[in-house]
Structures are given as C-alpha cells and as structure tokens.
C-alpha cells in the first residue's frame, strides 16, 4: 500500500508542479509559438538566390525557439525537444522545408541552430 500511496503522491506533486509552470510561463509560451507560426518556413540567406535550395529558419524562428527551449530546459519537469515537437505539431509549425516537426526535425533545429545558444544547467559533481 505504501508504493500505491508514494505514486498518488508523487502524480500529485508532478501535476502541482505542471500547474505553477503554466501559470508562470503558459503567457509566454503561447506568445512564442506565435512568432515561431508567423516566422516558419523557408527563410533563405541573403546570399542564397530566389532559386536556391539552401532553406533555413528565420531568425525570429531561432531566437523563440532557443527561448522556449530555454522555459521548458528550466522546468525540471519536461524534455524540451520533446514539449518543443508536441506544441510545434499542435499549433502546425512546420520546419523550413515545409515537414512536419517530429521529434527528429526539432532535435535537428536543437544541433544545428540552438546548441551554444541555449542556457544549459551546469553539470552538478
């Protein structure tokens, strides 16, 4: 019983904790998911010609992004890849070339564009 009692109990502390971050950061999210709608899709270099293949994210794409991987990295509570693909999906985000932001698109979005940008925790030893 006390295994039954632990789990309640730790469910409960997770949704209190899911709680107060929506309250401190579900304006902001939301905010941000909107500039990365309006910002998607394909952005081209200045130096890339209207022809060109060589596709990217716009800055104001990049720059919500690293924030919002920024407020889900400081939870505790969530994988920000991972809450980054499901919100991207929901609101129907796309990536630059046009694809649907799966966990692997948004992982590519994280190495290729957000890496050293991002506020990592420092490794506790």
């Given at each position: 019983m006390a295994t039954y009692d632990n789990m309640i109990a730790?469910?409960?502390q997770m949704?209190?904790?899911?709680?107060?971050f929506?309250?401190?950061h579900g304006k902001r999210i939301d905010e941000l998911l909107e500039i990365c709608k309006k910002s998607q899709g394909e952005y081209r270099l200045a130096h890339h010609g209207s022809g060109s293949w060589a596709t990217t994210y716009s800055n104001e794409?990049?720059?919500?992004?690293?924030?919002?991987y920024n407020i889900f990295g400081s939870s505790k509570?969530?994988?920000p890849i991972w809450?980054?693909?499901?919100?991207?999906?929901k609101?129907?985000?796309?990536?630059?070339?046009?694809a649907e932001m799966f966990f692997d698109r948004v992982e590519y979005l994280y190495e290729s564009h957000l890496k050293g940008k991002v506020n990592?925790?420092?490794?506790?030893?």
């Open positions: 730790y469910l409960k949704k209190a904790a899911e709680n107060e929506q309250l401190k794409f990049v720059d919500a992004s690293i924030e919002l509570i969530y994988i809450e980054m693909s499901e919100l991207f999906r609101h129907g985000i796309r990536s630059c070339r046009g990592e925790p420092a490794c506790k030893t």
